[in-house]
């Protein structure tokens, strides 16, 4: 942040409020899905009288906390937000109106809220009650800070990021790199995304799937499958802490006659009885992939590649996503370890002739492990 130039009628102190807002939004990430995740400070004489932040879709706005810790002292103050103001009636009522009734002087906005619904009427409504607004402080943080909702309301399809481990010498790590980011960036990337999908062939190493973050909201756990030949007793079909989803490609099932058990059993059956939805696909591309998880509600989606160690089907992931430019973003740990004879091969190839170059690049360490993030070149 701080590369916003401020528009007109901001200072640097705005900017300062509209961090804390950013900051107090992120206390919900990863619970407010199919909602943005927002926050509001309000600002009395220089001090903090008010603050909220929207906690979970189907509960009240951030503006609605702030203004009920502010009570009559949110009279001639300036509340900051870092998303307009919503200016409709959806699961919770107006948040211009509350603004305009409990008579705020001046109120700072961080980015225009894109939904159809309000796209700058917020704005309009408390301009038209004579509250004085300023829009676009720390705009570029704020719109970063709900890329997931910014995507949605934009293509009305789920952002998808890309991840995987791997070595220095540009080998696949799948146990290594996991048991290293449990806990860590992996558990965070889970709790961050309504979904995350892994292939038939990650199963048999029996991942824990599930994200430790205090209080986490563990993601739908979406399995691409070649056949039903899955070890049904993995941690991921326990269905106890987290739904689980097979997709299963149709036509494989078909030609895979080894799916019934000794017992007679159908493994579908026995995926069922675990709690596990299975759906059988007649496409199994990503685009239907992604489709079936939009419409169970997922509007973030983690690809979490783990090596091409049974089937083609990371290939074919990897490849998808960049080809179709599914994927908006790529998460990349590599750890400091050589894997000399044990190294696989990349788990996919970058189908592109041209170089691919990423966007907003940055990286963090977590461990000894180097975090890279990158954005795909959006059309
Ligand atoms: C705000 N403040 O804290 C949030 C906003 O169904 P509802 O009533 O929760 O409305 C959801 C929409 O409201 C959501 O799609 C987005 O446009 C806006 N979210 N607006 O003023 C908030 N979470
Ligand atoms: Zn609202």
Redesign the pocket.
Known sequence: SGEDTLPQGASEVDAAYMRMCVDLAREAIGK?S?????G?VIVKDGRIVGRG??PK??EP???VFALREAGPLAQGATAY?S????N??????P??QALVKAKLKRVVVGVV?P?P??GGK?IKTLRSAGIEVVVGVEEALCWKTNEV?MHR?RTGQPFVTLRYSMSMDGGFLGNIGVSNVQGGLYSKLLQENDAVIITDAAVYDDPIILSSEPNAKQPLRVILARSLDLPVESKVFDTSCAKTLVLADQQACLENIQSKNADGKSLEDKLQARGVDVVMMKDLTLEHVLSVCYQRGATSVLLDSRGPVFSGLENFLGQQAVDELAAQKVVVQVAPVFLGENRTEPGFRMPHDDLLMLESVSSHMVGQDVVIEGYFQQP
């Open positions: 407010t199919p909602n943005p995740i927002v509001c932040f929207h879709a189907g706005h951030a503006e937000v998303l307009e103001p919503c409709h009636h959806g699961r919770t009522p948040c211009s809220d939904n619904q309000v917020g909702f309301m």
